[in-house]
């Protein structure tokens, strides 16, 4: 059983930072590749940022490149998001999700077939 924890979020203004965390347990953390989503009030779950098993591969949505850095530490079985300049409209639940092997990261949510429960990150302005 895969077991995926998210933490980090919270209310913060406009231009601050967070830095969330997704912590997998119950198999191989390195065998995984790892994503983010998240989702507004109202609209559907949308793509964040992706990282493949070994970090060779990093995928971002364009409404966050530049401003988002995704990394994990497979020795500590975390994958992390790192988010600067945040915005108002970066409000948001934010999960991890998890796809064992196969090819590079999706920015499909069907892909993933583990999810956490998700975090809250809220943006004033």
């Known amino acids: 059983q895969v077991q995926l924890v998210e933490s980090g979020g919270g209310l913060v203004q406009a231009g601050d930072s967070l830095r969330l965390s997704c912590v997998v347990s119950?198999?191989?953390?390195?065998?995984?590749?790892m994503g983010w989503f998240r989702q507004a009030p109202g609209k559907e779950r949308e793509f964040v940022g992706a990282i493949s098993m070994s970090e060779g591969v990093r995928r971002y949505a364009d409404s966050v490149r530049g401003r988002f850095t995704i990394s994990r530490d497979n020795a500590k079985n975390t994958v992390y998001l790192q988010m600067n300049s945040l915005k108002p409209e970066d409000t948001a639940v934010y999960y991890c999700a998890a796809r064992e092997l196969g090819g590079i990261p999706s920015t499909s949510s069907s892909w993933y077939g583990y999810w956490g429960q998700g975090t809250q990150v809220t943006v004033s302005s």
């Open positions: 119950g198999r191989t953390f390195s065998s995984y590749h």
